[in-house]
């Protein structure tokens, strides 16, 4: 199956981008048109039989048990501080970001 | 005496432990020719010249360590790496400038087994990529010829160990992204068995597919560092249990003794002639020396494609979510309000192909397409697990080309995703397995460029995956040093 242009532009709003890069119409055909390919190219899976197929989501084979609950030492006191440095806008110890309300 | 940047890893930890050189002799060899090499294959995103420096003077003063299995080696990472106090992109400008407060399980062992590290190498952005070319920064040439490709997403670390800018690098495997470019560039380049190494601190795409591992100059240098690198991890919960096996030790069979599965459906593809008549010679020099090849089939790999970039891309647009511009990286300047933050942060910070997969991945897991796609998607990969497992009760290894072309010209594929998707179709489906795989130089073409056999393994079994490496090396017809002007 195809995506038409609409389809393209949901998608594009569930996951905060927009189309073709923000940049000039064509892009964003082109990207519509190399969509509609790949996911035509996707239908091939149709052909498999997978009747009674369990689907794998990981390829673990073996099980892995989950480690102790034991409480760790805290990180380092500048633990917060060094993640805080990396924000792009900060308010005290807060992240900041445009108003919302 | 050689120069010291020719010595592989092995080679380099002789000559540190008998000291007939320094740490600091070795890192200053390396740092001379990556600067020498640099401008030619664009190999790499951030050089670390005088932490480099520094960690070789250390080490020269406290002394060689036994304890230290890596002592003194220069080794590069793969800019996906989080290596504390240094730039870590995986190559996105969404990242541009981070640096990561706290270090990947893979650096810190590394660096506890006295390796030091000299760069961090290009790749494609958030390894979505084979050709290295959808980095935000700069494409890498192939050091082979310098209008091609390396190969991707580890194509900065291909290119650099080809280059002899230090003899051993650290990459990711999703896709392929080990073992296409260590193909492409005339590498040796291990994935191990998914949940061997721990992802902690990796910048993450596809989750149950992105595995860590070693490239370098042969099997027994990979062997090195995957048994400084493997094993659990508290900070990683898919990091397997499983025992650590002597990986460097491990006993050689005799050509005789061994058993290649060729897995049919990857022989059988259309060829390039240069690429196609080499791996014919390779298949005949192993044969002539009495390994045993028996042709199997493996019905479900014709899906691996499909299955792989639902499968992947899915997991993609999930991990990627988290690259807002609220708490770290790129944040658009001038926002109108939080939505306007979040769409243009995200569409002036990530590159094409990786907006193209978040859209994917996002498509195969919305509501309708669930079960046509991820679902199935899931299924089949299971299919392949299960034809995987047979396949290997009957031979010893797999063994199948890495990709049915050389290093293409540098813009060749950039416009046509799908096509190099498609060129992705024998790496794809040891990813959706999860076993470990070797891709090995099989020699040059008549177009001097170098061409790649993968040998596949059973889970967990990459010591004699590694062992059967160091055998095939000496069969198949040693590819040398590209002849790169420097």
């Excluded at chain 1, 064509?26 to 009747?51: S, T």
């Excluded at chain 2, 952005?125 to 494409?139: C, D, L, Q, V």
């Excluded at chain 2, 160990?161 to 990459?171: E, I, L, S, Y």
């Excluded at chain 2, 899931?378 to 995987?388: S, T």
Aim: glycine share 10%; net charge negative.
């Amino acid at each position: 199956m195809g995506v038409d242009a609409a389809a393209a532009a949901a998608l594009a709003r569930l996951v905060r981008l927009e189309l073709g890069g923000g940049g000039a119409g064509d892009e964003a055909l082109k990207l519509i048109e190399d969509f509609g390919k790949i996911v035509g190219y996707m239908d091939i899976l149709e052909q498999a039989d997978v009747a009674g197929v369990e689907p794998l989501y990981s390829p673990m084979i073996e099980p892995l048990p989950p480690r102790a609950d034991e409480p760790r030492e805290p990180g380092e006191p500048s633990a917060a501080e060094s993640l805080l440095a990396e924000a792009p806008e900060r308010v005290g110890r807060f992240f900041a970001v445009p108003k919302i309300l | 005496m050689t120069e010291l940047w020719r010595l592989t890893l092995v080679e380099a930890g002789q000559g540190l432990r008998k000291k007939e050189f320094s740490a600091l002799e070795l890192v200053e060899a390396c740092l001379e020719r990556l600067k020498a090499t640099e401008p030619l294959v664009d190999a790499c995103l951030t050089v670390l010249e005088e932490p480099a420096r520094r960690r070789a003077a250390e080490l020269d003063a406290a002394g060689w360590d036994p304890q230290k299995p890596l002592w003194g080696l220069p080794l590069t990472l793969k800019d996906v790496f989080c290596l504390s106090g240094a730039p870590t992109t995986a190559g996105s400008r969404i990242l541009e400038g981070w640096k990561p407060p706290y270090e990947a399980t893979v650096v810190k062992r590394l660096k506890q087994a006295g390796a030091i590290i000299v760069a961090k190498t290009n790749c494609d952005e958030f390894a979505m990529g084979s050709s290295t070319e959808f980095s935000a920064f700069k494409p890498t040439k192939n050091p082979w010829n310098l209008q091609r490709v390396p190969g991707g997403s580890s194509g900065g670390a291909a290119a650099s160990v080809a280059a002899r800018q230090t003899p051993g690098a650290f990459g990711t495997d999703t896709g392929g992204s080990i073992r296409q470019p260590a193909a492409l560039c005339g590498c040796v380049g291990l994935k191990p068995t998914y949940g061997r190494v721990s992802r902690y601190g990796i910048v993450a795409y596809g989750s149950s597919f992105d595995q860590a591992g070693p490239l370098a100059r042969s099997a027994a240098d990979c062997a090195l560092l995957l048994a400084a690198t493997a094993g659990p991890d508290g900070l990683d919960s898919t990091a397997s249990l499983h025992p650590v096996d002597d990986y460097v030790g491990a006993a050689e069979k005799k050509p005789g003794e061994l058993t290649l599965g060729l897995p049919r459906e990857l022989w059988e593809g259309d060829f390039a002639p240069e690429t196609g008549q080499t791996l014919d010679e390779a298949k005949r020099r192993l044969t002539a020396a009495g390994v045993k090849l028996k042709e199997l089939s493996l019905p479900s790999l014709r899906f691996s494609v499909a299955a792989y970039y639902v499968l992947a891309s899915a997991e993609a647009s999930t991990n990627l979510a988290r690259y807002d511009g609220v708490r770290y990286g790129r944040r658009a300047p001038g926002p109108e309000d939080l939505r306007d933050l979040y769409v243009r942060s995200r569409t002036e910070g990530l590159g094409p192909e990786v907006r193209r997969r978040i859209l994917l991945g996002t498509f195969v897991l919305s509501s309708g397409y669930y079960d046509a796609y991820f679902r199935k998607a899931a299924q089949v990969r299971r299919l392949i697990q299960q034809d995987w497992q047979a396949a290997l009760q009957r031979c010893d290894l797999l063994l199948a080309p890495v990709s049915s072309v050389q290093a293409w010209p540098l813009g060749a594929f950039i416009d046509d995703p799908l096509t190099t998707y498609q060129l992705d179709m024998m790496t794809l489906p040891l990813n959706l397995a999860g076993g470990p795989g070797l891709s090995l130089p099989a020699g040059l073409g008549a177009d001097g460029l170098p061409v790649g056999v993968q040998l596949l393994g059973r889970a967990f079994d990459e010591a004699a995956l590694l062992a059967a490496g160091r055998t095939l090396e000496r069969l198949l017809p040693p590819v040398g040093e590209p002849p790169l002007a420097a």
